[in-house]
């Protein structure tokens, strides 16, 4: 996430824990200040999700698709 706060548009996030019987499970907000932003940031295919390499070597399984909320 560090490497975010250079991006335009982006607003921060949080990474949530949460330790399971057998895992540990993670989930990561990104705040965006709109769509826009996101799609520079992850390209035209914006639902696909982004993950940087070296997360993905640590991680068991990895939803495949971003999910995108309007924050009210």
Same mark, same amino acid.
């Given at each position: 996430? =560090?490497?975010? !706060? #250079? ?10 824990? @949460? $330790? @399971?019987? #057998? $895992? ?9 200040? #709109?769509?826009?932003?996101? @799609?520079?940031?992850?390209? =035209? $295919? ?10 993905? &070597?640590?991680?068991? &399984?990895?939803? =495949? ?6 924050? !009210?």
């Amino acid at each position: 996430m =560090p490497g975010l !706060k #250079s991006l335009a548009g982006y607003q921060g996030g949080y990474i949530l824990r @949460r $330790d @399971r019987e #057998s $895992d540990v499970e993670f989930i990561v907000l990104n705040f965006f200040d #709109s769509l826009a932003a996101v @799609r520079a940031f992850a390209g =035209p $295919d914006y639902q696909t999700a982004v993950f940087e390499p070296e997360a993905l &070597k640590l991680l068991l &399984k990895a939803e =495949p698709e971003a999910m995108h909320y309007e924050v !009210k």
